[in-house]
């Protein structure tokens, strides 16, 4: 007896007809399983790509060696001689003059092209991520702006110190840069997320104190970035950029408690500069708002991942009586966060992360050891102010 035949006695449709149904069966449980892995290789191919290239970029950030030989240089002319054969030497050939101002400005410009050649690189679904990253420099633009208005530097002056990069048209960071005072500049930020610095005019006026501006522009920045991450379903590379932002946030608040403390402001003039969100519980903020002295923060802190980082830095807090050491030490703590996200989460944002925390890790110190060397100051002074991954 056939298939055929025996299928019909028993009253079953045909052979042909349930091989059919079984393929067919088998090719769509096949697709339901198939489909998410395929799409899946093709994202990691499309990660790969991208996070290959800016490993490149990673590769080519300034090792701690050479920059120890660049902080013993005697001239500005030899740092300019050092950064030849790195990825700044096309900046610092339009330099008219050896200065820290025109090495800054040769920085910024190669720092806005690094974030414009990482954005170009990511895949199209972690733009909006690296978009939160990018506000940052529309922040440290307005400030630049702010303290060229209050310093009455002329527009021109003060345009050749901006990043051209973030978030914001570079012809409004251009109108701002135009303003001939706070209030204009405040005015002129009005359609922008700033638009709330305005509330902090009538205290700025009081006090004629540029911090209270910064803090406020910081707490902006922060809390809004923060709520448009908290707000979005997690995936993995959305809750890779919200560690880092709460470590971003937690450093922030950390850094402005510490100088608070040490300058003795109470707990009643400072609580409403602090950034919501972050990783730290608000209980522990609360309780950091009642103690007085920079030693008593310390001390707070013990049981969390910033203790053994500000912890190390107490020694020489102790000898100097600055909390640049301790400064130092958080933001050496988040890059080193950075740094480890990239690692752990390779196929998806977390190169670009690292990347970016680094370079302006790099950024920093090389500035910092143009102006020390131009203002003077000792390899020894001048390795003080250095930021070191993890420090």
């Given at each position: ?173 251009s109108e701002l840069a135009e303003a001939r005072s706070l209030e204009e500049l405040v005015s002129n930020l009005d359609g922008t997320p700033y638009t709330r610095l305005a509330e902090s005019l009538q205290l700025f006026d009081q006090t ?16 809004d970035a923060w709520k448009d991450v908290t707000s979005k379903p997690i995936d993995e590379n959305l809750l890779a950029l919200k560690n880092y932002l709460a470590t971003n946030i937690d450093v922030v608040n950390l850094k402005f408690l510490f100088r608070a403390k040490k300058d003795g402001l109470t707990s009643g003039s400072i609580e409403g500069y602090l950034v919501q969100g972050g990783g ?112």
């Amino acid at each position: 007896m056939t298939l055929e035949e025996l299928a019909a006695s028993l009253g079953l449709p045909s052979f042909v007809l349930l091989f059919a149904i079984a393929l067919a069966l088998a090719l769509v449980v096949g697709l339901i399983i198939l489909v998410p892995i395929l799409l899946r290789v093709i994202e990691i191919a499309n990660y790969a790509y991208s996070n290959s290239r800016i490993q490149v970029m990673s590769s080519r950030i300034i090792p701690e060696e050479k920059l120890r030989e660049m902080i013993e240089a005697s001239s500005l002319a030899e740092v300019v001689a050092a950064l030849e054969p790195t990825d700044y030497s096309p900046y610092l050939h339009d330099m008219m003059e050896e200065r820290s101002e025109a090495i800054e400005r040769a920085l910024n410009r190669h720092t806005a092209d690094s974030y414009r050649e990482v954005a170009t690189m990511v895949p199209m679904n972690l733009k909006p991520i690296l978009s939160v990253l990018l506000r940052k420099w529309d922040v440290y633009n307005i400030k630049l702006i702010f303290r060229g208005v209050y310093a009455e530097r002329s527009p021109d002056e003060i345009r050749a110190d901006l990043v051209p990069v973030g978030e914001l048209a570079p012809s409004k960071i251009s109108e701002l840069a135009e303003a001939r005072s706070l209030e204009e500049l405040v005015s002129n930020l009005d359609g922008t997320p700033y638009t709330r610095l305005a509330e902090s005019l009538q205290l700025f006026d009081q006090t004629r104190n540029l911090t209270v501006l910064e803090a406020r522009l910081d707490n902006i920045l922060y809390e809004d970035a923060w709520k448009d991450v908290t707000s979005k379903p997690i995936d993995e590379n959305l809750l890779a950029l919200k560690n880092y932002l709460a470590t971003n946030i937690d450093v922030v608040n950390l850094k402005f408690l510490f100088r608070a403390k040490k300058d003795g402001l109470t707990s009643g003039s400072i609580e409403g500069y602090l950034v919501q969100g972050g990783g730290l519980p608000e209980s522990l903020f609360k309780s950091i708002l009642e103690v007085d002295t920079v030693d008593n923060v310390v001390a707070a802190l013990e049981g969390t991942k910033y203790y053994q980082p500000v912890l190390g830095a107490v020694p020489e807090y102790e000898s100097t009586g600055s909390v640049l050491p301790i400064e130092l030490a958080l933001d050496g703590f988040l890059v080193l966060v950075g740094k480890n996200i990239s690692i752990t989460q390779p196929f998806g944002i977390g190169p670009a992360i690292g990347y970016l925390s680094m370079k302006e890790m790099e950024i920093r110190n090389v500035r910092t050891l143009a102006r020390g060397i131009e203002a003077g100051l000792s390899a020894d002074e001048i390795r003080n102010l250095i930021m070191k991954v993890g420090s």
